[in-house]
């Protein structure tokens, strides 16, 4: 999944994204200078109830 895919499945703006990311609180991985996420990392966020989460700072 690419970074539009995760911010539409899990209902945040690219800045949230960005900022999980700095702080390590999504996985990632790099390839070609394109961020990607696993689809099964995506869901366990969903599961975790992460959907939705404002960033707040």
């Known amino acids: 999944m690419d970074s539009a895919d995760v ?33 099964s990392d995506i869901d366990g966020l969903l599961q975790s109830g992460m959907k939705g989460v404002s960033d707040n700072g």
């Open 7 to 39: 911010c539409r499945a899990l209902g945040i703006s690219k800045r949230t994204l960005q900022t999980w990311r700095n702080n390590d609180k999504i996985p990632y991985a790099m390839l070609g200078g394109k961020v990607y996420f696993k689809e």
